[in-house]
T-cell receptor, first 115, second 114 residues
Framework: DTGVSQNPRHKITKRGQNVTFRCDPI?????LYWYRQTLGQGPEFLTY????????KSRLLSDRFSAERPKGSFSTLEIQRTEQGDSAMYLC?????????????FGEGSRLTVL | AQSVAQPEDQVNVAEGNPLTVKCTYS??????LFWYVQYPNRGLQFLLK??????LVKGSYGFEAEFNKSQTSFHLKKPSALVSDSALYFC????????????FGSGTQLTVLP
């Protein structure tokens, strides 16, 4: 399967712990996005990379959140000192730079539960 | 700010009947509008988009959407619903500050009853 891959699919952690999610985009896609989705809501934009450069970050992305895409391929999203309010589905998506914004290919998401 | 609203949390329709999932938008200028679908335990999938041109846009899985500028609406439609269409549907619009950020509606759960 050559779609967007995310892992782990589920993560349960205690408040205060750090967690890291990984996203492997479609190989030829140079844009990569992170979104967060809570129950009953639509996805909310967190951040966006073009190749290895992080070009945009939402105000939702507090300083406890950091994302990287070191070689312009896979990306990681780390949450430090997790809080219960961080419990959500974290979605990764990728696209080609030449495609008009909106045609995103999403992974199945990583569900975080903070106890 | 650009935004979309989905006035119905839940839509139920009988298999074989036409379905409509509603979306209204608030956009300055010419809108780009999108529909995505989320099946259980699956990622969001792009269905269709409106950029410009014909007000009736055709997309994947037999879905279409009608852009109505006077009513600021972009309703998703399908002539004959299938049980397999049961899913969560989101309309979306690019964020006003960046075409690369999508703002999603709150979603509409479509249930097609056999």
């Amino acid at each position: 399967d050559t779609g967007v891959s995310q892992n782990p699919r589920h993560k349960i952690t205690k408040r205060g712990q750090n967690v890291t999610f990984r996203c492997d985009p479609i190989s030829e896609h140079n844009r990569l996005y992170w979104y967060r989705q809570t129950l009953g809501q639509g996805p909310e934009f967190l951040t966006y990379f073009q190749n290895e450069a992080q070009l945009e970050k939402s105000r939702l992305l507090s300083d406890r959140f950091s994302a990287e895409r070191p070689k312009g391929s896979f990306s990681t999203l780390e949450i430090q000192r997790t809080e219960q309010g961080d419990s959500a589905m974290y979605l990764c998506a990728s696209s080609l730079a030449r495609v008009i914004a909106g045609e995103l290919f999403f992974g199945e998401g990583s569900r975080l539960t903070v106890l | 700010a650009q935004s979309v609203a989905q006035p119905e949390d839940q839509v139920n329709v009988a298999e074989g009947n036409p379905l409509t999932v509603k979306c209204t938008y608030s956009v300055s200028g010419n809108p780009y509008l999108f529909w995505y679908v989320q099946y259980p335990n699956r990622g969001l999938q792009f269905l269709l988009k409106y950029i410009t041109g014909d007000n009736l846009v055709k997309g994947s899985y037999g879905f279409e959407a009608e852009f109505n500028k006077s009513q600021t609406s972009f309703h998703l439609k399908k002539p004959s619903a299938l049980v397999s269409d049961s899913a969560l549907y989101f309309c979306a619009v690019p964020y006003s500050g960046s075409a690369r950020q999508l703002t999603f509606g709150s979603g509409t759960q479509l249930t097609v009853l056999p």
